[in-house]
């Protein structure tokens, strides 16, 4: 990888460009919305968690998928892009997918670990009836997390959806297991009448020191994860009276990992996807200040001139992991591959694949 990093932003962009003309639709390369704008150029498609999993699912003529993003969407991706049904439509072909740098993981995802979600799921049967319990994980988590939930009757959800997985999970249980993000968990549930002391959260590290209170746990109807985005925690209560004060008849448009103390008084909370589609779809002169990634604030800022849109918070609030995915990278996975050779490739196993693609399908099947 070392050269790539000399050679200059020209030089790199047309080597990429070169390998996607030699692939043409043999190849499909994913660009979640924090992406940088210059890996962003270079993307077939862009979207959300969501429209992202359907991209993968519904990808046919493609024999590999360069994901632009983060190691829990590299592996949906390889999960959905091989399904048994896409398969036998190529022929029994399988989709290769590639993550330029496996360090781009997610903070919020490594807060779950399948073996600590398992010893929590052990210590609440002891406390209620775990089959009246259905499990939910957000997106962002690993395979083994959806896999979970896949065995368990569970689902998965992303920020686009939430509610309406939440509804398919109470038509099926009393209560809901919600992980690894606390906050879109309680943000959500908030919105379908459930309240904050029904809503316990579950800590796994002061479990070990002695243990959540049995009574909340008893009480609940979802009880949440210990987990949270390091980027969105960022914004604060105080930057929205600030911006409001500052700035009469500002709107505030925030992304649902947010804390519930930004969520509640922001005027729209919403996944990536829907906060681009606001922006697009307001009066031009609307004034935004939109709590989410700095890379999408800044993208939007650049493409709706036509709108007053300000960055949330006074501080840098950007995500390091999807940062990693640059140019040099984009271009080394490429080349690479050209020339035979499938680096970094992310290929979940048979098990861990065939029990989480039951929670994944059960959130495509949702409306
Ligand atoms: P979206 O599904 O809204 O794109 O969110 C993904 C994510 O990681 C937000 O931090
Ligand atoms: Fe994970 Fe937060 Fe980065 Fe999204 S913004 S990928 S939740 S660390």
């Known amino acids: 990888l070392a050269p790539y990093k000399t050679l200059s932003e020209e030089v790199l962009r047309e080597r990429i460009e070169a390998v996607r003309n030699h692939f043409g639709e043999e190849l499909l390369i994913l660009g979640h919305h924090y992406q940088q704008d210059d890996v962003i150029e270079h993307t077939d498609l862009r979207g959300d968690s969501y429209q992202l999993s359907e991209m993968a699912a519904g990808s046919s003529k493609c024999r590999t998928i360069v994901f632009c993003g983060v190691h829990f969407m590299a592996e949906t991706a390889d999960i959905l892009a091989n399904r048994p049904d896409r398969v036998e439509a190529r022929d029994g072909r399988k989709v290769d997918v590639l ?4 360090a781009a993981g997610c903070s919020m995802a490594d807060m779950a670990g399948i073996r600590q979600v398992e010893a929590a799921w052990a210590d609440m049967g002891e406390i209620i009836d775990t089959e009246q319990v259905i499990p ?6 690993a395979a083994s997390l959806k896999a979970f939930c896949g065995r368990h009757g569970g689902i998965v959800c ?12 109470f038509e099926r249980g009393q209560r809901v297991f919600f992980f690894p993000d606390q906050h879109l968990g309680r943000n959500t549930a908030l919105t379908m009448g459930i309240t904050e002391e029904q809503m316990p ?4 590290y002061a479990l070990e020191m002695g243990g959540n209170e049995d009574a909340q746990i008893e009480n609940s109807r979802v009880i949440l994860w210990k987990g949270h985005c390091s980027v969105h925690q960022m914004f604060r209560p105080e930057h929205v009276a ?33 906060i681009i589609k606001t922006v697009q779809e307001a009066e031009p002169g609307t004034k935004w200040a939109i709590g989410t990634e700095l890379h999408l604030v800044n993208r939007l800022k650049a493409e709706h001139p036509e709108q007053e849109i300000h960055f949330l918070s006074p501080v840098v609030c950007m995500c390091a992991t999807m940062y990693r995915i640059d140019l040099p990278h984009l ?4 080349e ?4 035979g050779n499938l680096v970094n490739q992310i290929s979940v196993d048979e098990e861990t694949t065939k029990w989480s693609l039951i929670a994944l399908e059960r959130m495509l099947a949702v409306k």
Do not use: Q
């Not at 939910?136 to 988590?141: A, E």
């Not at 686009?160 to 939440?166: I, P, Y």
């Not at 911006?243 to 922001?266: S, T």
């Open 158 to 169: 992303t920020s686009s959806n939430a509610r309406a997985v939440l509804e398919w999970a």
């Open 201 to 204: 959260v579950w800590d796994p």
């Open 336 to 339: 690479n591959l050209r020339d």
């Open 136 to 141: 939910v994980t957000y997106i962002n988590s």
């Open 242 to 274: 600030k911006f409001r004060a500052d700035h009469p008849g500002i709107k505030i448009l925030v992304h649902p990992e947010c804390p519930r103390d930004v969520n509640d008084i922001a005027d729209v909370s919403g996944s990536t996807g829907k």
């Open 99 to 102: 993550l330029p740098d496996m």
């Open 331 to 334: 271009c080394w996975t490429l």
